[in-house]
C-alpha cells in the first residue's frame, strides 16, 4: 500500500513539475496521461475483471460529444457536460452489460465491437444529434477562475488530474471487498458464486465504474482536440489501442496501464517519422511479443519476479 | 410488377454478395469450431487478397480470377507459416491470448499494406465491371454472378475435402474432440496447420472475388471484413460449415433489403442488430444445437 502511494506522489510531483520542465512536449505528455487513464479505467474491467472490452472508445466518444455539444449548442460549461457524460455512460454501461454479460467468454468481446460500431454509426448519421460526419467543432469555453482551458497546460494539469483519480480508485479498490469480488469473479464464476459472490452484479459494477472513469477522459480529450469527428473518436482502433495499452503494459496490476501508456506513446512518438500513419504497426508487433513471451505484460512480469526472489531469501534464510 | 422485380432483384444481389460473406465466414468458422481460437486477421487476410489482386494486375497485368491460382497457394502457405510460428504457441493458453495474437497479426498486416501500398483506395478495372445479366427480369451484375460461381466451386471443394477424405476426417475429428483424435493417431498439429491455412486461404479467395466490386483500403476493410464474417458464424453458429453459409447469405439479404428499404445509411448496421439479437436471444446461432460450446 505505502509502495502505491508513493508511486501516486511520484506521479503527481513529475507531473506538477513536468510543464516547466518540458513546456514544447506538453502534447505527447498529454496523450500519455489520458491513456494511461483510458487503460487503467479499462483494466478495472479487463483487467481486474476478466472481461475484456473492445468498445471502450463508445465512452470515450460520448465524453468527448457531451463536452462539445453542451458548448457549442447549449453553452454548457465542461464541468457540467463531463457530470453528465459520467451519469449517461455508466446507464449506457449497465444496459449494454445488462444485455452482454450473460453470454461468457468470447461472445462478450465480440459484442462490444457490435455495439460500439452501432453507436459510431448513429453518431456518423444522425446529424441532429451529433452534427453527423463532419463532426463537432467547439469555439468557446468559459473561464474559470481565469484559467484558459484552451492552454496546453490546463489541459495538461486536467490529464493529470483525471488519471491521478483514476489510479487511486484502482489502488482504493484493489484493497477493498469490492476488488477481491472482482478477482474472484475474473478467476472462476462458479467458484465466486458458492462464495456468495453475483458475478453478473459485480461485472455489471465493474463496467459502470470503468465506463463513467473513461468518459470523464473522453471529455478532456474533446477539449484537447477541439474539434470531434465521428469516425476518429469512435473508431475501433481507439478501442483496441485502449485495450492493448493495459494488457501490453500488465492486465490486474495497478500500474501496468499507466506503464503500457508510456511505453506505447513513447514508441509511437519515436517511430513517428518511420511508419507514419502506419503507427499501429507498434501496437501489433508489441501484443505478439507478450502474448508469446510476457503473458503478465511488463508490470506483471516484473512483480512476479520480485515475487519470487522474496521467496527465493525467504527460503535461504 | 415493378415492385416485385425490385424485390426480385434486391434478393438477387443480397444472395449472391451472400454467397461471398459465406466464403468469409466458413473461414472463420472453420478455424473456430477446430482451434477454439476467434480469428481477430480473418478480415485482414480479405483485404490481403483484394491486394495480391492489385498487385497481380499492376505488375502482370491478370484478370483478378487469374490471380487465384497464385493467390489461393499463397494464402494457404502464408496461414500454415502464422499457424506455426505464433498460434500453435499459445493453443494451451487462456483462450484470450490467441485472441490477442491474432489481434496482433491484423494490426500488423494492416499496417505493412498500409505502409507498401499507401492509404488511397485501390480496386482492379475489369472490362465485365458494369456489364449485366438478365434472367426472367432480374438484372445480375456480372461481377456478382461470377464471385457466386467461384463461392459455389469452392463450398463444394470444402465439402468434398471435409466429408470424401482422409484430412477431410482428421479435420472433422480435431474439431470434435482434440484428445480422442490424438489418441487415435491424428497428428493434430498437423490438422492445425491445415485448416489455418485453408481459413485464410478462403479468406484471400473472398477478397479477389470481391475487388472488382469494392475498393481496398488497408486499415479499415480488414476491420469491417471481419466484423461481417462475426455477424456470418455467429448468425450460423460458431464453429458450424453448414450453418456459415446460411448465415451468410442471410446477412446479404438483411443488408441488402434494409438498405433498400429503410435507411440506406444505417446498411452496415442491420447485420450488427441482427448479431445483437442473436448473441442475445439464441447464442449457439439460429442453426445450432441448444448446447453452448462456448
Known amino acids: 500500500m505505502t509502495k502505491h502511494l508513493i508511486g501516486l506522489g511520484v506521479l503527481l510531483a513529475v507531473g506538477m513539475a513536468y510543464p516547466a520542465i518540458f513546456p514544447n512536449n506538453l502534447t505527447i505528455a498529454v496523450s500519455v496521461l489520458l491513456f494511461a487513464g483510458w487503460a487503467t479505467s479499462w483494466d478495472l474491467l479487463g483487467g481486474w475483471n476478466g472481461q475484456v472490452s473492445l468498445g471502450h472508445a463508445s465512452f470515450v466518444g460520448l465524453g468527448a460529444y457531451f463536452v462539445a455539444i453542451g458548448q457549442s449548442q447549449f453553452g454548457l460549461a465542461p464541468w457540467w457536460t463531463m457530470a453528465m457524460a459520467t451519469a449517461v455512460a455508466a446507464v449506457l454501461a449497465y444496459f449494454w452489460g445488462w444485455l452482454t454479460f450473460r453470454l461468457r467468454g468470447p461472445y462478450f468481446s465480440l459484442s462490444t465491437i457490435a455495439v460500439a460500431e452501432i453507436l459510431r454509426l448513429v453518431a456518423i448519421n444522425e446529424e441532429w444529434l451529433s452534427g453527423g460526419a463532419t463532426g463537432v467543432f467547439i469555439a468557446t469555453l468559459p473561464e474559470p477562475f481565469g484559467i484558459d482551458l484552451f492552454s496546453r497546460t490546463a489541459q495538461f494539469y486536467m490529464a493529470l488530474a483525471f488519471a491521478t483519480v483514476v489510479i487511486s480508485t484502482v489502488i482504493v479498490i484493489s484493497r477493498a471487498r469490492f476488488g477481491y469480488q472482482l478477482r474472484a469473479v475474473r478467476e472462476d464464476e462458479d467458484s465466486a458464486m458458492a462464495a456468495g459472490i453475483d458475478p453478473t452484479a459485480t461485472k455489471l459494477k465493474a463496467f459502470m465504474l470503468s465506463a463513467a472513469l473513461t468518459s470523464i477522459g473522453g471529455g478532456i480529450y474533446g477539449i484537447v482536440l477541439a474539434f470531434i469527428e465521428p469516425h476518429v473518436i469512435f473508431a475501433l482502433l481507439l478501442s483496441v489501442q485502449i485495450a492493448l495499452t493495459a494488457i501490453i503494459g500488465g492486465r490486474g496490476t495497478i500500474w501496468g496501464p499507466a506503464v503500457g501508456a508510456i511505453v506505447l506513446i513513447g514508441a509511437g512518438e519515436m517511430f513517428r517519422t518511420t511508419f507514419a500513419e502506419a503507427n499501429m504497426l507498434i501496437y501489433g508487433i508489441l501484443i505478439l511479443v507478450v502474448v508469446l513471451f510476457v503473458p503478465r505484460g511488463i508490470v506483471g512480469e516484473l512483480a512476479r519476479r520480485h515475487i519470487r526472489r522474496l521467496y527465493a531469501k525467504r527460503a535461504q534464510g | ?294
Open chain 2, 1 to 294: 410488377m415493378a415492385e416485385l422485380d425490385i424485390f426480385l432483384q434486391n434478393i438477387a444481389n443480397g444472395v449472391l454478395i451472400g454467397g461471398v460473406y459465406a466464403l468469409i465466414g466458413i473461414g472463420l468458422t472453420l478455424v473456430f469450431g477446430v482451434m477454439r481460437t476467434i480469428n481477430f486477421a480473418h478480415g485482414d487476410f480479405v483485404v490481403l487478397g483484394m491486394y495480391s489482386a492489385v498487385l497481380f494486375n499492376a505488375l502482370l497485368g491478370w484478370d483478378p480470377y487469374l490471380s487465384l491460382l497464385l493467390a489461393m497457394p499463397i494464402g494457404f502457405f502464408a496461414g500454415v507459416i502464422v499457424e506455426r510460428f505464433i498460434l500453435s504457441r499459445v493453443i494451451d493458453a487462456p483462450p484470450e491470448s490467441a485472441l490477442l495474437a491474432t489481434l496482433g497479426i491484423s494490426l500488423i498486416i494492416g499496417n505493412a499494406i498500409l505502409l507498401t501500398f499507401g492509404g488511397e483506395p485501390r480496386s482492379v478495372q475489369v472490362s465485365y465491371a458494369s456489364s449485366t445479366f438478365s434472367i426472367a427480369g432480374v438484372n445480375v451484375s456480372m461481377v456478382l454472378l461470377l464471385a457466386g460461381i467461384a463461392t459455389v466451386i469452392m463450398i463444394a471443394a470444402l465439402y468434398v475435402l471435409l466429408n470424401r477424405t482422409e484430412v477431410g476426417r482428421a479435420i472433422r475429428g480435431t474439431a470434435e474432440n482434440r484428445l480422442g483424435a490424438e489418441l487415435v493417431g491424428i497428428d493434430t498439429r498437423r490438422i492445425h496447420s491445415i485448416v489455418f491455412g485453408l481459413g485464410v486461404m478462403l479468406a484471400v479467395m473472398a477478397g479477389v472475388t470481391l475487388i472488382p466490386l469494392l475498393f481496398a483500403t488497408p486499415t479499415n476493410t480488414g476491420a469491417v471484413f471481419t466484423l461481417k464474417a462475426f455477424v456470418v458464424t455467429v448468425l450460423g453458429g460458431l464453429g458450424n460449415v453448414g450453418a456459415a453459409i446460411a448465415g451468410g447469405i442471410l446477412l446479404g439479404v438483411v443488408e441488402v433489403l434494409g438498405a433498400s428499404y429503410f435507411m440506406s445509411e444505417y446498411r452496415e448496421a442491420y447485420g450488427l442488430i441482427a448479431f445483437l439479437l442473436i448473441l442475445l436471444f439464441r447464442p449457439e446461432g439460429l442453426f445450432g444445437r441448444t448446447v453452448k460450446r462456448v
